[in-house]
């Protein structure tokens, strides 16, 4: 059961990929939608087993790299993190899959679609199971392979292969810091296995060794390079820009990306890492501080975007931000809850932004939306049931798990704790706000598209809104249901096996006994988000460009994402370009080419004209230079003997 549910979707990826021809474009769909449906099936099983049942259980497959002190198995390791990842990617995936027949039905290349889809979702299980660091990184790779190949799925547009490359070389600097991270587990460990490395991390959290000239923690220098790789992979400042971009791929490709695969691989791997994390507390800082940074920066983003997608977008880089300086404060049980609540009610976002696309001819620039709820009204519903739970509007499942981060990062008692506090009750504000700007551009107010398109306007098929429907379940129900497991009474019991929290630690113990205005501030700020969208988009629709017109610089400043790429294109893009050009011309071109065999063959055809010159054809010609040569050969000769 455990080894089928990992590798059925891997099994339907080949298959699909090699033979999607001869099988056709149903079949294609029917076998990669049913082998991801029968492991999340399977998945209910191992999460009642594992997680509520408490049994740990590993599935050894096969012994992989023996060399030398390096050696270890491929196995798949269930502990309760597991349990739970691998129920939320399954159930997930499992709805985008069926998802996806309505929304690529036009699509001319479905079977390489859904066979990339199904290897997604493999890589990510492989990557959730893993019991070592090297075949951690091994799904890590998987994940942004099979991300290139999606973001870049319509290879005929210039934009979506530059969004794939992007993805692709941003996600590189962050694996490069996983592997030196991965060597340097090993160098000090003596081994990648996780569980021995969690067993001797007490002992040696002392240590230090020294690089130019300075002491430093071994654990601190190993967990922060692990953390660059979680930067790079969930899109943390700083290594975020390739997240917006990612947008070119179809819907569905979004909806995974953002909801349950590849984001959410750096949360899931420093909560993973916990026993290892715990023995620094600069390390922990450091996530703190970037986590609540990106949930600030990227709500500041989200507020004036116009393409319906992006913002979507920038509302998961600012989650993922909350995620974060929740395990920075050792809240690791409340950062994996938002991180299966948060896959529920993004990924019912980002298919109801695809059934508003496909609805409104593919036009995705909320100015040019509105006035479209009355044509699909299911759509409409959906899209208010995730951003009730994206804004954490109680009861819906983003309130139980985001406002238990604020609340532990609160209580942590720490100054970046207090940081990370106000900045996340800022980032909600603003969350609320642009998710309602979202809804009342989108569907409220004077039709703004042309006439064609609004006459076209019309509900998604049942094999889209289906899945809208049970993902919707999930993003009311599963913040209430999972309460207590995760964070509540029983979760000492049901996270022994898989976290570690220090004494001293224990943000969320702390989080149940904090004032009651630390508890009622985000749900308040919430609400004026809402309201203040509600004026401005709704009751005096012509503040927001009079607020444009009279904060102009702050206004492009955040249009243009706070310039980070306008940054890099001048720091790294355009340098690097200009070096490029240099070797290309200057090195490859004049030195090695124009030295080796371009110069070989330019002084071969320069002799040649010149030998050519010779020839004129002129028969007095040729005797002069007979006459020349007897001259020259009686001449010799006469000097050898007498000379």
Same mark, same amino acid.
Request: glycine residues 8%; aromatic residues 14%.
């Given at each position: 059961?455990?080894?089928?549910?990992?590798?059925?979707?891997?099994?339907?990826?080949?298959?699909?990929?090699?033979?999607?021809?001869?099988?056709?474009?149903?079949?294609?769909?029917?076998?990669?939608?049913?082998?991801?449906?029968?492991?999340?099936?399977?998945?209910?099983?191992?999460?009642?087993?594992?997680?509520?049942?408490?049994?740990?259980?590993?599935?050894?497959?096969?012994?992989?790299?023996?060399?030398?002190?390096?050696?270890?198995?491929?196995?798949?390791?269930?502990?309760?993190?597991?349990?739970?990842?691998?129920?939320?990617?399954?159930?997930?995936?499992?709805?985008?899959?069926?998802?996806?027949?309505?929304?690529?039905?036009?699509?001319?290349?479905?079977?390489?679609?859904?066979?990339?889809?199904?290897?997604?979702?493999?890589?990510?299980?492989?990557?959730?199971?893993?019991?070592?660091?090297?075949?951690?990184?091994?799904?890590?790779?998987?994940?942004?392979?099979?991300?290139?190949?999606?973001?870049?799925?319509?290879?005929?547009?210039?934009?979506?292969?530059?969004?794939?490359?992007?993805?692709?070389?941003?996600?590189?600097?962050?694996?490069?810091?996983?592997?030196?991270?991965?060597?340097?587990?090993?160098?000090?460990?003596?081994?990648?296995?996780?569980?021995?490395?969690?067993?001797?991390?007490?002992?040696?959290?002392?240590?230090?060794?020294?690089?130019?000239?300075?002491?430093?923690?071994?654990?601190?220098?190993?967990?922060?390079?692990?953390?660059?790789?979680?930067?790079?992979?969930?899109?943390?400042?700083?290594?975020?820009?390739?997240?917006?971009?990612?947008?070119?791929?179809?819907?569905?490709?979004?909806?995974?990306?953002?909801?349950?695969?590849?984001?959410?691989?750096?949360?899931?791997?420093?909560?993973?890492?916990?026993?290892?994390? /715990?023995?620094?507390?600069? =390390?922990? !800082? +450091? *996530?703190?501080?970037?986590?609540?940074?990106?949930?600030?920066? #990227? %709500?500041?983003?989200?507020?004036?975007?116009?393409?319906?997608?992006?913002?979507?977008?920038?509302?998961?880089?600012?989650?993922?931000?909350?995620?974060?300086?929740?395990?920075?404060?050792?809240?690791?049980?409340?950062?994996?809850?938002?991180?299966?609540?948060?896959?529920?009610?993004?990924?019912?976002?980002?298919?109801?932004?695809?059934?508003?696309?496909?609805?409104?001819?593919?036009?995705?620039?909320?100015?040019?939306?509105?006035?479209?709820?009355?044509?699909?009204?299911?759509?409409?519903?959906?899209?208010?049931?995730?951003?009730?739970?994206?804004?954490?509007?109680?009861?819906?499942?983003?309130?139980?798990?985001?406002?238990?981060?604020? /609340?532990?990062?609160?209580? =942590?008692? !720490? +100054? *970046?704790?207090?940081?990370?506090?106000?900045?996340?009750?800022? #980032? %909600?504000?603003?969350?609320?706000?642009?998710?309602?700007?979202?809804?009342?551009?989108?569907?409220?107010?004077?039709?703004?598209?042309?006439?064609?398109?609004?006459?076209?306007?019309?509900?998604?098929?049942?094999?889209?809104?289906?899945?809208?429907?049970?993902?919707?379940l999930g993003a009311i129900f599963s913040g209430f249901i999972g309460y207590d497991l995760f964070v509540g009474d029983g979760r000492a019991v049901f996270w022994a096996q898989s976290i570690l929290v220090r004494d001293g630690n224990d943000s969320i113990e702390a989080a149940h006994h904090v004032a009651l205005w630390v508890k009622a501030l985000p749900v308040v700020v919430a609400l004026a988000g809402i309201a203040a969208a509600y004026v401005m988009y709704q009751m005096a629709p012509e503040v927001?460009?009079?607020?444009?017109?009279?904060?102009?610089?702050?206004?492009?400043?955040?249009?243009?994402?706070?310039?980070?790429?306008?940054?890099?294109?001048?720091?790294?893009?355009?340098?690097a370009f200009r070096v490029g050009r240099a070797l290309w011309k200057g090195g490859d071109g004049a030195l090695i080419d124009g030295v080796g065999p371009d110069g070989v063959a330019a002084a071969v055809k320069d002799v040649a004209r010149r030998v050519g010159r010779l020839q004129s054809g002129l028969v007095i010609h040729y005797a002069l230079a007979m006459m020349l040569g007897v001259a020259a050969f009686v001449t010799y000769f006469v000097i050898g003997i007498f000379g």
């Open positions: 059961m455990y080894t089928l549910t990992i590798f059925l979707p891997l099994a339907a990826a080949i298959v699909t990929g090699l033979f999607g021809r001869t099988l056709g474009d149903r079949n294609a769909q029917l076998l990669t939608c049913g082998a991801v449906g029968v492991s999340a099936v399977l998945s209910i099983l191992i999460f009642n087993q594992v997680a509520l049942g408490g049994e740990e259980i590993t599935v050894p497959l096969l012994r992989w790299i023996e060399s030398g002190p390096l050696a270890f198995d491929w196995a798949l390791k269930f502990d309760t993190l597991t349990a739970v990842m691998v129920l939320t990617v399954t159930w997930v995936s499992f709805m985008v899959h069926v998802y996806s027949i309505g929304y690529m039905a036009h699509d001319l290349s479905k079977p390489r679609f859904m066979a990339y889809m199904s290897f997604f979702t493999f890589a990510m299980l492989m990557l959730v199971t893993a019991d070592n660091l090297v075949q951690m990184f091994f799904g890590w790779e998987g994940v942004g392979v099979a991300s290139y190949l999606l973001i870049g799925f319509w290879y005929e547009r210039p934009s979506a292969n530059a969004a794939a490359i992007k993805a692709f070389i941003v996600n590189r600097v962050g694996d490069f810091g996983f592997m030196l991270g991965i060597f340097g587990a090993f160098l000090f460990f003596g081994t990648v296995e996780l569980d021995a490395i969690f067993a001797a991390a007490p002992e040696r959290a002392g240590e230090t060794f020294n690089i130019f000239g300075m002491e430093v923690n071994a654990i601190t220098a190993i967990c922060l390079l692990l953390f660059l790789g979680a930067m790079g992979k969930s899109a943390q400042i700083g290594l975020h820009t390739w997240l917006p971009d990612a947008m070119e791929g179809p819907t569905p490709v979004s909806a995974l990306i953002h909801a349950a695969t590849m984001v959410t691989a750096g949360v899931f791997m420093v909560a993973r890492m916990s026993p290892l994390f /715990e023995f620094s507390t600069t =390390a922990l !800082s +450091v *996530v703190t501080l970037v986590g609540a940074a990106t949930a600030f920066f #990227a %709500a500041t983003v989200g507020c004036v975007q116009n393409d319906i997608k992006r913002v979507i977008a920038y509302s998961t880089c600012s989650q993922l931000g909350y995620m974060f300086f929740a395990l920075g404060v050792s809240a690791y049980p409340a950062a994996i809850f938002h991180l299966m609540t948060h896959a529920f009610f993004k990924s019912l976002l980002f298919l109801g932004a695809g059934s508003v696309i496909h609805a409104m001819s593919d036009e995705q620039d909320m100015r040019r939306m509105g006035g479209i709820w009355r044509h699909i009204k299911l759509t409409y519903a959906m899209m208010w049931i995730g951003s009730l739970a994206l804004a954490g509007i109680p009861f819906f499942a983003g309130y139980y798990s985001k406002d238990m981060i604020l /609340e532990a990062a609160f209580g =942590a008692h !720490s +100054v *970046v704790g207090q940081l990370a506090y106000w900045l996340g009750v800022m #980032a %909600a504000l603003m969350t609320a706000f642009y998710s309602w700007r979202l809804l009342l551009m989108t569907f409220h107010g004077k039709p703004r598209a042309d006439e064609h398109v609004m006459a076209h306007v019309h509900e998604s098929p049942p094999v889209m809104t289906v899945p809208l429907m049970v993902l919707a927001p460009a009079a607020l444009a017109a009279g904060f102009p610089r702050l206004y492009r400043f955040l249009l243009n994402k706070w310039y980070f790429d306008e940054l890099y294109d001048r720091i790294f893009v355009r340098p």
